[in-house]
């Protein structure tokens, strides 16, 4: 090294220890909050902590990311010892460096977080990216917290004002405030927008939690309003708590030779789901987050943690000519230990035969008795009736105009070949039902037939639980609120199944009770805690109907954790940003949003509120002129944007198309401006809703 250089380095230590021993002399707030970030994010940082000082928060974090020196090293120790937050910002950069100061500064908070109670907030992960959290570089403590995203380091009041809250000792910080510090990102049902709701026949989940939440409807619903919400924000404050005999069955590995019988994986373990979670005494976690880990080769210890499940059984299908071998293990995720596997070949045709031993082996594992729990639902004789089932299944998940419509084709397909087969009949309503959610068939056609399979499928089995909870749905979505009250009623009082708290849900919703709605959602999460259908109606139609739109955000960034190509994502992050008095944050998002309709109501609604009448004008003339726009999505442009009469003039045009967009009618907060209108009045009292 040269003369200079030797001098440059003797002087950058002597800045080092001076800045330390200056910041050592300096009071040291009680309630600072630490900020830890790898150099490349400095900009990022320089935003979250100027939006956090401007509210009055102490921030420490090393602006020139100053790294050697034992002075400073000390100093940096006290200061992570002392902070009564810590917020590490994880992005691309971090993910991309094996080492770096922030990795122990990690390490440090993670150490430190391991000494206090399980109630007390201090670790707050923050994503400055789009870093997905699911295999992301970072402590395993990170993992079992939400992550807030806050893009570039944008900040947001919300934020902050969480993080005041966190800091402030009067405020209980049990569960909830350890988990969820915020979010700025939105997401929106991979669904229908207007319709997040959907059964999935022959998917229901149980469970003693869900018994309790749906007994409260039974017994007293004025009850259940007036607490429904301290209930959620104490179901929603705790982890998925793992129960001795909970289980959660992974998707199967498709190991045929040409590797085409992936839809025969995924059915043999969907149906082994379904017949386990017949089973008292059992908790099954549900099928949408339990599926979340296809070709996810994630450590199955945190799969169990995150799912809340002691157990997981994982297999794979092979299938040659006319056998098929499967194979399945049962797994204790609290140790990676294997406790029983066992491999079966079989005829194809005894498929459904093999499935009910696998369920009834694994249940008789865990000490569970196990009677003749399996109703007549399950059974075909028609092997290839079950073949185009499993099919159906397979394509009514997909969110896909022509899957829609091979669904009804296949499940149809199944009915023909075998008529007494009531979990195709169940999925063929389902399918019809999704049919009419997507816009593919016209609504009131759609329901007919779903309603003719569903009641067919009560008269072959009058006790069956899924099939009264589908038919719920569908008396929902053709607005028979009685109807679907007696159905839900009828399937609880045979089995309590998250199929009946989602139709419970969507009635409350209908019915403007937004408080039992979110009760009802947030218990489904606790046995299923990735469903994103239920995250989704809280996020996209409960939170905003109540106002709570930090509440939304903070789902948003959960759901796009899960999916991060969730349909309508830029567009509910705009209306968020929106009703926040965020406008830029909102133009911003709504420009991002790939779904025409989606994009131009999200516009016109920005540009209005930003006092730019023509570009809003503009962005309704090409919401107009935009493919399978739907009159509820011009109904709510021009109701946000003043066009009252206009707006009530597709109202209108909705309520003789029969859609079950209405459904939203009491919740949707850009009809808000037309609730004090008798002409609204007037549409409640026509669909025979309490005013």
Known sequence: MSGQGVLDAMSAEKDRDTLATMLSQASMPARAVFLSYASEDAAAAEQVAAALRKAGIEVWFDREELRGGDAWDRRIREQIHNCRLFIPLISAHTEGRDEGYFRREWRLAVERAGDMAETKAFLVPVVVDGTPERGASVPEKFHELHWTRLPGGETPSAFVERVRRLLSPEVPTAGAATTHAGSTTA?????????????????????????????????????????????????????????????????????SEKHDQEYLADGIAEEILDLLAQIPGLKVIGRTSSFQFKGNNSDLRKIGATLGAVYLLEGSVRRSGTTVKVTVQLIDSRDGAHRWAQTYEREIADALVLQKQIATAVARELQVSVSDYFGPGSETKSPEAHDMYLRGLRDVDLED????????????????????????????????????????????????????????????????????????????????????????????????????????????????????????????????????????TLANVVYPGLGRFADADRLYARIRDINPDTRYINAFS?????????????????????????????????????????????????????????????????????????????????YAQRSPDLILLKADPLLASLRTDPRYKALLRKMNLPE
């Open 187 to 255: 997401s929106s049902s991979p669904r229908s927008v207007r319709q997040p709701w959907r059964p999935k026949a022959g998917l229901w989940v149980t469970g003693a939690v869900l018994a309790v939440a749906l007994s409260y409807v039974v017994a007293d619903r004025t009850w259940l309003s007036k607490r429904a919400a301290a209930a959620a924000t104490s179901v929603a404050s705790r982890s998925p708590i793992p129960l001795e005999k909970s289980i959660a069955v992974l998707p199967f590995v498709d190991l």
């Open 574 to 654: 705009s209306f968020s940003a929106l009703f926040q008095g965020n406008y830029e944050l909102a133009l911003r998002f709504a420009e991002k949003e790939t779904d025409a309709p989606a994009k131009e109501t999200s516009l016109a609604a920005v540009y209005s509120a930003m006092g730019q009448a023509d570009m809003s004008k503009r962005a309704i003339d090409r919401l107009l002129r935009a493919p399978r726009v739907t009159d509820y999505w011009v109904a709510d442009a021009y109701a946000y944007t003043g066009g009252k009469d206009l707006a009530f003039q597709y109202l209108e045009k909705t």
């Open 401 to 536: 105009r022509e899957a829609d419509l091979r669904a009804i084709a296949e499940m149809s397909r199944a009915v023909e070949l075998d008529p007494n087969y009531v979990n195709a009949l169940i999925g063929l309503a389902d399918a019809y039902d999704e049919a009419a959610t997507d816009d593919v068939l016209p609504p009131v056609e759609s329901y007919r037939s779903a309603r003719q399979a569903v009641d067919k499928a009560l008269t072959l089995d009058p006790e069956n639980a899924d099939a009264y909870a589908m038919r719920a749905y569908i008396r929902t979505n053709t607005w028979d609120w009685s109807g679907a009250e007696e159905d839900i009623r009828k399937s609880m009082s045979i089995r309590k199944t998250s199929a009946a708290a989602g139709a419970a849900a969507k009635l409350a919703v209908a019915r403007g009770d937004l408080r039992t709605a979110e009760e009802l959602l947030r218990n489904v999460l606790a046995v299923d805690p990735l469903d994103t259908f239920s995250l989704t």
